[in-house]
């Protein structure tokens, strides 16, 4: 172990007082001169130390749903946190320090909220009233198993649904830990997709055979061009260090733009050119750049003759008629629409000649990177969308080559994984997708795969066989507040006659969990052993140690469940005798297998996380790209289908075309809806929480307030001045904030950040921009995702 | 050689993320209504519609602002205790035990810097994190920067290193206070005084 390594180490791991600060101090001062910068890690801890005498820094992580995961380093005294700093690693291209954005840095202040749930509660008015009764664990514990045990016999698994949540942060605490307990008791119904990625994650594998066509990021170092399509990863941090890589990009030469309706962070701090457009049109966008690139032979026809399917007539699979194919869509040969930029222009309201500008850098400032956002797939047509955006990069010829990008979901190829509490299998099959949940309540029985794309059904059976009747919700908000539709979803909540039990674990009283009828107070990922991974990009593990008691009478969502478990007989089979602590060495246990290099569990927890990348730059796509006869994707023919044969067979070409379409929007920009509802709705991921998460917490409201942020035209129009009270509404709901006035959306768009806790007056009217009172419960047609940012709205002053 | 300690902000990948404002609060437990860091967001341009599109020169940068621990301190100047004194090193730093509340050195900040806390009745403001960089760390905000915009040195290193640009707008001229704190410019970046764009998130600062 290196000097540094110790230092660091002893530090971490021990309670400095200020002497024994001065002892260290004198053998740093000492070497400090000939040793450099090495030395600002050791030294970078000795001051935590210091600033407060007998304060501890431990290493831990930010765990919340969001794209990243990032180090917090916690600084405890007698038994309190009372500070929170930021990784001090220097950075590496492989490995840049994981510095935590403003929630991870606002934790303390959660993690002490004066609101935080301190004891079981349980309804004593109706539901959703939110008054509640204190009782203990023990009655807690026994009537929530009693209940789950209860509705189990009346009406079997089926009739007990686990609510999707995200929120939970390590492998002890949220929903892993109650769909194990579930399994073991002959399971529950589940969902299938989810609320971020349900449309990219559906469509993309019509085109390349497989989600996984994305390359590592310092790939991006050797673009051109990126076109960040509705990406706005400073703001949604898609992967800690992701906007840090295009910097690096940038610092490369390489030239970015930003296409979205809003100047975002993104496009403020990551771009060169901001194009805005209409929320919803970004296909008819595509489209156009396409006829530039396609008339202006600025496509690349070797390479679509040889990898790719559907691009012109001579190359449509077999049985389809000539003038299917991509191309005539494009020139319009058979519809006599070419989807021009005059076309595009009159659709998205961005000026032709910007669009012929950016169809050329596209196509010429090669290798670039198209990098699809998600906020686009959140939408009615979600799926034809990311099929028009991987159709650019597969006609400039940008698939498997360095400094390209394929697009889609792009994932890159999974590294190595930890082992984790496994939730076991669930013995009832049949799924939902997730955006169909609040059905569950009221019309179970009646969902079909057809028409709201049930799975799972046995041989004969032609329904579900149950309405839901207990809900579980554990760290989340999918209930409610992250749903569409809130009024309607909580009227079914509301309704005692459907759901008979709803349990929620929370640490806090969320907009959720007011329509509980019993609330486990869970402690937060500061208050118990785990440990987190990324999701995206290389392999990060992080340690998550505990680093101070569980507040108040708060449990981890783990030792909750086991203790249900034993009331229900299964608490051996749960736990299997397995601590917390020992979770997570099982967890080291399974990483150390996968990687070689992954470090003993005293050195793991020593750093706090272990950063792993691929050794270069590694494309999914590049095996395809040297030799596609040997490497063949696996789509039905192999190669690259800009036109796919299996979503033509579905026979929905107004709903589901064969190839990457514009598709007019319900409630977008033509929707002759807009005579009534003229404002098109905009939602984004706000820096103050990650989903619903510390919306409540007050250091984020100052910083990043709650508004309506309404542009400059548009609010003359209206009379509305920066911070007047507004009143934005549509027939499913009505809201009264403050405005924004801002230059910085296009005209006709207003945006209501995501992830607002719903806070309903005595009329019904909501008081903090929850924007799911405002969004529709339709599904999109292929993923039956959930169109969310597709809305129309009005507003006036109040 | 230059004793002066001073921050370099890159308004050119600043993405406005507040991680800075945050840490600050968190460091010093600060109060709400305390923001002894604060970023400004510069808005400016107009739109016009043409035809069907509508074409814009809209633009946004933001200006993550702190003490700027200035070589000439007007707060220093007007302070009637003595308690706005400047360390050896530059840094610009309130004796609480000496501090009267007056809130002169309020009025006179041409950047907001100090800001009066009313539960103490005391004036506070960013003290450089001078009891982290005293031992060898970086200032809270610094380290927290996920876009690494953020920097600190000697202010000789900070302008060899970064250019002399101190007065973008929103800010003021700097000939006021001598600021020591530098900025890259982002590429919208205008001069102190213009009037091309207006702070945009004034309830935010």
């Known amino acids: 172990m290196s000097k540094d390594d110790l230092l660091t180490k002893t530090l971490k791991d021990t309670v400095l007082t200020r002497r024994s600060f001065l002892k260290w101090s004198g053998v740093l001062g000492g070497t400090a001169a000939l040793a450099g910068g090495g030395l600002k890690f050791g030294l970078k801890a000795i001051e935590r130390a ?3 005498p007998a304060e501890k820094a431990i290493a831990t992580g930010c765990a919340h749903n969001c794209g990243g995961r990032c180090q917090l380093i916690t600084h405890v005294k007698d038994g309190v946190i009372v500070r929170i700093s930021s990784d001090p690693s220097e950075d590496t291209l492989e490995a ?17 909220y004066p609101t935080r749930l301190q004891y079981p509660l349980k309804r004593t008015g109706k539901r959703g009233e939110g008054k509640f009764e204190r009782i203990s664990w023990d009655d807690a514990i026994s009537i929530a198993a009693s209940q789950i045990q209860s509705v189990k016999d009346k009406y079997g698994n089926a009739a007990i649904h686990l609510v999707a949540g995200s929120a939970g942060g390590s492998q002890t605490l949220g929903i892993g830990t ?39 990021r310092n790939d991006w170092l050797k673009s051109k061009y990126i076109l960040m399509w509705g990406w706005n990863p400073a703001e949604m941090i898609d992967g800690t260090n992701t906007m840090w890589y295009v910097k690096q990009a940038r610092l490369q030469g390489a030239k970015t733009v930003v296409i979205d309706p809003r100047l975002s962070m993104s496009a403020v701090g990551l771009a060169d050119q901001w194009i805005p457009l209409y929320p919803g049109t970004d296909a008819a966008l595509m489209s156009s750049m396409a006829y530039v690139i396609i008339s202006e032979n600025l496509h690349d026809q070797e390479f679509l003759d040889k990898y790719v399917v559907g691009f012109d007539d001579d190359h449509l699979p077999e049985g389809v008629l000539a003038g299917n194919s991509y ?17 595009a222009e009159a659709i998205t309201g961005v000026p032709a000649e910007t669009i012929v500008q950016l169809a050329r850098d596209y196509a010429m400032l090669k290798p670039s990177v198209l990098y699809q956002g998600y906020g686009m797939q959140r939408r009615a047509y979600g799926e034809s969308t990311v099929i028009s955006g991987i159709s650019l990069a597969v006609i400039t010829g940008n698939v498997g080559i360095p400094g390209g990008w394929a697009s889609g979901m792009a994932f890159e190829p999974v590294g190595p994984q930890g082992g984790g509490l496994s939730t076991g299998n669930n013995p009832v099959t049949y799924k939902v997708p997730r955006y169909k949940w609040p059905d569950l309540m009221y019309r179970a029985t009646e969902m079909t795969p057809e028409e709201d794309g049930v799975v799972g059904l046995g041989p004969g059976e032609k329904h579900l066989p149950t309405n839901v009747k207990l809900l579980w919700q554990v760290a989340g908000q999918s209930m409610l507040n992250q749903h569409g539709d809130i009024n309607f979803v909580a009227s079914k909540l509301a309704d005692e006659s459907l759901v008979e039990f709803i349990l929620v674990n929370e640490q806090f009283m969320t907009p959720s969990s007011k329509y509980a009828d019993l609330i486990l107070p869970a402690c937060t990922w500061m208050e118990t052993s785990g440990v987190t991974k990324n999701w995206k990009y290389g392999a990060t593990f992080i340690n998550m140690p505990k680093v101070i008691e569980p507040l108040y009478e708060s449990k981890p969502d783990y030792e909750i469940c086991a203790e249900i478990a034993n009331k229900l007989g299964v608490e051996q089979d749960y736990t299997q005798g397995k601590t917390a602590d020992d979770l997570v060495q099982d967890w080291v246990a399974v990483a150390q297998k996968a990687d070689p290099n992954f470090p003993s569990y005293e050195e793991f927890a020593s750093k706090g996380y272990y950063q792993w990348q691929f050794p270069d730059i590694h494309d999914s796509m590049a095996d395809f790209r040297a030799d596609p006869v040997a490497n063949p994707l696996q789509t039905p023919s192999g190669k690259i289908e800009l036109f796919s044969k299996t979503l033509w067979d579905m026979g929905k070409p107004d709903s589901i075309p064969a190839i990457g379409k514009y598709i007019p929007e319900w409630e977008g920009v033509s929707d002759p809806m807009r005579s009534k509802y ?13 989903h619903s998460t510390e919306d409540n917490i007050d250091w984020n409201e100052e910083a990043w307030p709650q508004r309506a942020f309404i542009n400059n035209l548009d609010a003359e129009a209206r009379g509305i001045k920066d911070g007047d009270m507004v009143r934005v509404y549509n027939d499913r709901g009505e809201m009264i904030l403050p405005a924004r006035v801002t230059k910085r959306n296009m005209p006709g768009v207003i945006d209501i950040p995501s992830g607002g806790w719903w806070d309903p007056d005595q009329n019904g009217i909501d008081r903090h921009g929850a924007v799911n009172i405002l969004t529709s419960l339709r599904v999109t047609p292929l993923a039956f995702g959930n169109p969310q940012g597709t809305f129309l709205v009005e507003v006036e002053k109040v | 050689m230059s004793s002066q300690l001073a921050f370099h902000v890159d308004l050119s990948s600043c993405t406005g993320c507040k991680a800075c404002q945050m840490a600050c609060i968190d460091k010093n437990d600060l109060e709400l209504g305390q923001r002894w860091r604060r970023v400004y967001e510069f808005t400016g341009g107009d739109w016009v519609k043409m035809g069907n599109a509508y074409i814009n020169s809209v633009f946004t940068y933001f200006t993550s602002v702190s003490c700027q621990h200035c070589e000439d301190p007007i707060c220093v100047n007007v302070c009637p205790s003595g308690a706005m004194h400047k ?54 905000c610094v380290e927290a920067c996920p876009m690494r915009a953020l920097d600190f040195g000697p202010l000789d290193e900070m302008v060899a290193r970064y250019g002399d640009l101190r007065d973008p707008a929103p800010l003021p001229i700097s000939s006021i206070t001598h600021p020591s704190v530098i900025f890259t410019p982002h590429r919208n970046t205008y001069p102190a005084g213009s009037n091309e764009g207006q702070i945009a998130n004034k309830e935010e600062v």
């Open chain 1, 50 to 52: 210091t600033a407060q």
């Open chain 1, 96 to 112: 840049p320090a994981l510095r935590a954005c403003v929630r991870g840095h606002a934790y303390r202040r959660r993690v002490y």
């Open chain 1, 178 to 216: 109650a769909a194990r307990l579930l399994n073991l008791i002959g399971g529950y119904i589940d969902t299938y997709n989810n609320y971020s990625w349900a449309c990219i994650q559906k469509a993309t594998p019509y085109v390349y055979g497989t989600q996984t066509c994305g390359a590592t």
């Open chain 1, 327 to 343: 191309k005539s869509y494009i020139l319009g040969t058979k519809d006599g629409v070419p989807k021009t930029p005059q076309w």
């Open chain 1, 678 to 690: 003229p404002l098109l709705g905009l939602t984004h991921h706000y820096m103050r929480h990650s």
């Open chain 2, 87 to 140: 360390r050896e090193d530059g840094i610009v730093l309130v004796d609480t035990q000496k501090c009267l509340g007056c809130r002169y050195c309020e009025w006179a900040c041409p950047y907001g810097s100090p800001q009066y806390n009313p539960t103490l009745g005391k004036m506070g403001k960013c003290n450089f994190c001078y009891d982290l960089i005293d031992a060898g760390g970086k200032p809270a």
